[in-house]
C-alpha cells in the first residue's frame, strides 16, 4: 500500500505482549483475484501533497461529512488534502484528527448528498467479507474470508483482524464490507491483511 505502515500492529503486539493479550487465529480458504469493478458512490480516493509529491490512498464515507481514511496516507502532507468522489467530483478536505497507534485519521469535507457507508458489527471466523480500494487508481476488490483476530484478551472486542484476501497499493484506507456495511478499515499488508475492527474505529470516532 502506498507508504503502507505496520506501526500500529507491530505496536499493538508489543502491548498486548505485555499485558497478556490473546491472540486467536484460524485459517479458512484462500483469496480470490483482484477485480476490477464499480466503486460504491461512498468510497472516495484521497490525495495529500507532501514534500516531493502526492502521498494517496482510500477513504470512506460515513456521514455527509466526513470520511475515515489511515493516518500513514495523510501523515507526512506538507500542503492540502483533497478527495474525489467516483463521479469526479473533487472536494477539499480538512484533517478533524488522527491516531498514529491505530493508524485512522478522520477528514472534513462540505456535507454531500450521498448516501455514508453505515458501520456494521465486527465479522466473525471465517466470515467472508469484500475488501477494496483505488490501488494505483482505479477501483478493484477482492473477497476471502476473516482469518485472524487480534483483541486484548477473551471477552474484549477484537482491535484489529486480518483477511485472507488480496490488496494493492493505495488500497490503504479502503473498507472492509459485510452486506455493504463497514465491518473494518484496510491499513497494511505482509504475511497477510490488516484491517482496523469497526469496534476499535467506533471508539476513535467517540474519542
Same mark, same amino acid.
Given at each position: 500500500?502506498?507508504?503502507?505502515?505496520?506501526?500500529?500492529?507491530?505496536?499493538?503486539?508489543?502491548?498486548?505482549?505485555?499485558?497478556?493479550?490473546?491472540?486467536?487465529?484460524?485459517?479458512?480458504?484462500?483469496?480470490?483475484?483482484?477485480?476490477? *469493478?464499480?466503486?460504491?458512490?461512498?468510497?472516495?480516493?484521497?490525495?495529500?501533497e507532501?514534500?516531493?509529491?502526492?502521498?494517496?490512498?482510500?477513504?470512506?464515507?460515513?456521514?455527509?461529512n466526513?470520511?475515515?481514511?489511515?493516518?500513514?496516507?495523510?501523515?507526512?502532507? *506538507?500542503?492540502?488534502?483533497?478527495?474525489?468522489?467516483?463521479?469526479?467530483? %473533487?472536494?477539499?478536505?480538512?484533517?478533524?484528527?488522527?491516531?498514529?497507534?491505530w493508524? !485512522?485519521? !478522520?477528514?472534513?469535507?462540505?456535507?454531500?448528498?450521498?448516501?455514508?457507508?453505515? %458501520?456494521?458489527?465486527?465479522?466473525?471466523?471465517?466470515?467472508?467479507?469484500?475488501?477494496?480500494?483505488?490501488?494505483?487508481?482505479?477501483?478493484? #476488490?477482492?473477497?476471502?474470508?476473516?482469518?485472524?483476530?487480534? #483483541?486484548?484478551?477473551?471477552?474484549?472486542?477484537?482491535? !484489529?483482524?486480518?483477511?485472507?484476501?488480496?490488496?494493492?497499493?493505495?488500497?490503504?484506507?479502503?473498507?472492509? #464490507? %459485510?452486506?455493504?456495511?463497514?465491518?473494518?478499515?484496510?491499513?497494511?499488508?505482509?504475511?497477510?491483511?490488516?484491517?482496523?475492527?469497526?469496534?476499535?474505529?467506533?471508539?476513535? !470516532?467517540?474519542?
Amino acid at each position: 500500500m502506498t507508504k503502507a505502515t505496520f506501526e500500529a500492529i507491530g505496536l499493538y503486539i508489543i502491548v498486548i505482549g505485555i499485558i497478556g493479550g490473546f491472540i486467536v487465529a484460524l485459517a479458512i480458504g484462500a483469496p480470490e483475484s483482484v477485480k476490477v *469493478t464499480t466503486p460504491p458512490p461512498n468510497v472516495v480516493r484521497v490525495f495529500a501533497e507532501e514534500r516531493g509529491g502526492t502521498s494517496n490512498g482510500t477513504g470512506v464515507l460515513i456521514a455527509p461529512n466526513l470520511i475515515v481514511t489511515n493516518h500513514h496516507v495523510i501523515r507526512d502532507g *506538507t500542503g492540502k488534502v483533497q478527495v474525489m468522489f467516483p463521479d469526479w467530483t %473533487l472536494y477539499d478536505a480538512t484533517i478533524v484528527k488522527a491516531d498514529k497507534r491505530w493508524d !485512522l485519521a !478522520l477528514l472534513r469535507i462540505d456535507p454531500v448528498l450521498i448516501p455514508p457507508m453505515p %458501520l456494521g458489527e465486527t465479522p466473525s471466523y471465517g466470515a467472508r467479507v469484500t475488501v477494496g480500494g483505488y490501488g494505483p487508481g482505479f477501483y478493484a #476488490q477482492s473477497e476471502g474470508p476473516v482469518v485472524k483476530f487480534y #483483541q486484548p484478551d477473551k471477552t474484549s472486542p477484537p482491535d !484489529l483482524f486480518s483477511v485472507d484476501a488480496l490488496v494493492r497499493s493505495g488500497d490503504s484506507g479502503g473498507p472492509v #464490507q %459485510l452486506r455493504g456495511k463497514l465491518v473494518g478499515v484496510l491499513f497494511g499488508c505482509s504475511d497477510g491483511t490488516y484491517a482496523v475492527a469497526v469496534d476499535r474505529l467506533r471508539k476513535f !470516532l467517540e474519542e
